[in-house]
């Protein structure tokens, strides 16, 4: 048996981020990842010399907890680039998204942002429960701005409609925005992030296993005590540690641990939680850009029948696409039972390849190769589902198990902000002594 002071499951950037953190903190970390690649669900490919993101497009926000992270671990982020506004197509031509604003009464507009300025952080755990719909009934009438809220929290919560966002997920979405971060892809894939993240881990003496698939985490008189894992040729191992990290949706937690171990209304709260936000689209490799600039495009996919976010990456970060071809990237948010009924999938990929017509006419002459996909995103944010109903980074009942992720309590947004906070929140609780 071998011993650690702390073993990682989950090597997305929020198990990385909690490993280099703990690591640099001096404790001997060992992360196990099952799969083949870091990153989780955001680890990146190439495809015939293109760089894409697993599950279609992932933007950043400057200045975000991303950011954060990787100041708290001393390294830089990798490469990226910025894109310089956002684009709405209506009535047949592209506009600026903030322009929408300008079609409502300034009394609205002014009495909305007032509203939304005037919700703190204490206010929030109150609209946890509350639909952005019914928040927003009670403060805005003109469509206009009704469409504003609803793109705004579409992009950073990946849910489709304002009936089934909590309310506080909005305006936390919408507070962000009105900061104007400037929002960024990152040049060579978000694996790039994952492989400066594990070099900090291994820098400060960290272990990093992949293909380490953890069969058991191993609770032993209300303490965890390590986990077993499964190697290559079917025999297990058990690796004591004295404290381990869940760093893996946490709906999947009693696959691995004892239900019995925790109170019965912890696990009520965790099961819950299983609720998932999906995305589909569309990602192709072209012979000309679709469009010149560097904007990014949210609107509604009207045939599709939903809201829709695209950019050409390789406007933003040429990097990402060999010289002489472009990428482009188009995602909808969705219902995640959209992906269990494959004809009715493939109908609605055909619908917005339509909607890219009427967008983008002729596009279809510039493909070289073209792929749909589906992806579950990340927990869904519903009235019930966020912020005071999700777990703290210690599970209650059973000492030195932590959680970490972006299925665990936080408010920053969106998933890969909120996993990364979720990694600086649990390291310093750990780091700290807590639990």
Known sequence: MASND??????GIGGLGVSALLARGGLDVLTLEAARDLGGRAHSHRRRGHVTNVGGPRAGLEGGRVDALFEAVGREPGARGFFEDIRHFAEGEFVSLPSLVTQAPTDEVMEFMAALGSVEEADLPDLDAISAQDWLAERVTHPALVDMARFGSIVLTTLPRLDVVAASSMIRSLQIIMGMPRVYLAAHGYGDFMRILAEATREADGEIRTRARVREIVIEEGRARG?????????????????????????????????????????????????????????????????????????????????????????????????????????????????SDKPRLEATLDLLRQDLDEMFPGWRDKVIWEDGYFHWEEPARNPGREGVFRPASHTPGVDGLWLCGDTVASRALPGLECAADSALLCADRILEGVG
């Not at 702390?6 to 090597?11: E, K, N």
């Not at 381990?244 to 209304?265: C, E, G, I, K």
């Open 6 to 11: 702390a073993i990682v499951v989950g090597a």
């Open 227 to 339: 986990v077993v894992v499964e190697q290559r040729d079917g025999s297990r191992e058990r690796l004591d540690a004295d404290l381990v990290v869940a760093a893996f949706p946490v709906w999947d937690l009693f696959d691995l641990a004892d239900v019995a171990a925790f109170p019965p209304d912890f696990v009520t709260q965790v099961h819950g939680l299983d609720r998932q936000t999906a995305i589909f689209g569309i990602t192709a490799a072209l012979h000309e850009p679709l469009y010149e600039g560097k904007h990014f495009v949210l609107t509604d996919a009207r045939r599709a029948g939903h809201p829709l976010a695209g950019f050409m990456a390789s406007n933003v970060t040429p990097e990402v696409s060999p010289a002489g071809e472009h990428l482009f990237e188009a995602c909808c948010q969705c219902d995640i039972e959209l992906g």
